[in-house]
Nanobody
Framework: QVKFEESGGGWVQPGGSLTLSCAAS????????MGWYRQTAGKPREVIAQ???????FIHNDVKGRFTVTRDNDENTVTLQMNSLKPEDTAVYYC?????????WGQGTLVTVSS
């Protein structure tokens, strides 16, 4: 069973930065994809950034140029660097990993952007 250790959420003023970190353990030795989703009340969870084992990187258009995702394949960790944060970035952010057709989720960490 995969266990995620997420950290880095919290409150920040608009224009500020936060870094989310996630470490996966106890599951598959490697994941095809690792990344981050986010969800706000009344909306479906959406993928924000993913790093695939073949090197491909996906970044949602809403955060391009502001968010960067990095991954350590050997350590099964993934990090989301969030800069120039906006109030609309406020959400619960979930660490995600995919192995084959199995999806694994962290418990979520709240990011609040407000003045």
């Amino acid at each position: 069973q995969v266990k995620f250790e997420e950290s880095g959420g919290g409150w920040v003023q608009p224009g500020g930065s936060l870094t989310l970190s996630c470490a996966a353990s106890g599951g598959p030795l490697s994941f095809r994809a690792m990344g981050w989703y986010r969800q706000t009340a009344g909306k479906p969870r959406e993928v924000i950034a993913q790093k695939f084992s073949d090197g491909y990187t996906f970044i949602h258009n809403d955060v391009k140029g502001r968010f960067t995702v990095t991954r350590d394949n050997d350590e099964n960790t993934v990090t989301l660097q969030m800069n120039s944060l906006k109030p609309e970035d406020t959400a619960v952010y979930y660490c995600h990993a995919k192995a084959g057709d199995r999806n694994f989720w962290g418990q979520g960490t709240l990011v609040t952007v407000s003045s």
